[in-house]
């Protein structure tokens, strides 16, 4: 019986000494080309400001996955007629601000609609680490998020 003791702790001790493995860089998650169609912007025209955004940032987030070139998701935006840049300078320095920050902005009806896409750069290799769609609808003397303006 003491031997069987001594046998199970010195193999419990070898195997706390066992190296893992370290996992390999992030492969893209989402498709590995971004699909030919249109970025889908939600049904904006007859849905809820709460619904367009949500199918807006699952369109987002289902069409540019982590690893995709930076450069490819927005390119594929400004096809989109999203205009992208930097983001603003007030953003830099607080938190984890997006390397690229891309805007469409459309009126109709009498309301003002934003789509804004996020891409945040991977530890400074231009590569996706995530992405965040957002959406805001802005009608008549609504204010920002439709508060009073």
Same mark, same amino acid.
């Given at each position: 019986?003491?031997?069987?003791? #001594?046998?199970?702790?010195?193999? &419990? ?8 493995? #370290? ?42 996955? +982590? ?14 007629? &999203? ?17 690229? #920050? ?5 009126? +109709? ?7 804004? #896409? ?7 290799? +231009? ?23």
């Amino acid at each position: 019986m003491k031997r069987f003791a #001594v046998a199970a702790a010195l193999a &419990f001790a070898l195997a706390a000494c066992e190296t893992t493995p #370290v996992s390999a860089p992030a492969e893209p998650s989402g498709p590995s080309a971004i699909p030919s169609g249109d970025l889908s912007l939600g049904d904006w025209r007859n849905a809820s400001e709460a619904a367009t955004l949500e199918a807006f940032s699952e369109s987002v987030s289902g069409r540019y996955g +982590a690893g995709l070139a930076i450069s490819a998701a927005s390119a594929d935006l400004r096809r989109n007629e &999203f205009n992208c840049g930097p983001a603003p300078a007030a953003d830099r320095g607080r938190g984890d601000p997006p390397a690229q #920050v891309c805007r469409r902005t459309t009126t +109709a009806s009498g309301c003002t609609h934003t789509w804004q #896409v996020h891409l945040f750069d991977e530890g400074g290799n +231009a590569r996706l680490a995530r992405t965040r769609g957002l959406y805001d609808r802005r009608c008549g003397g609504d204010g920002l998020l439709g508060g009073p303006g």
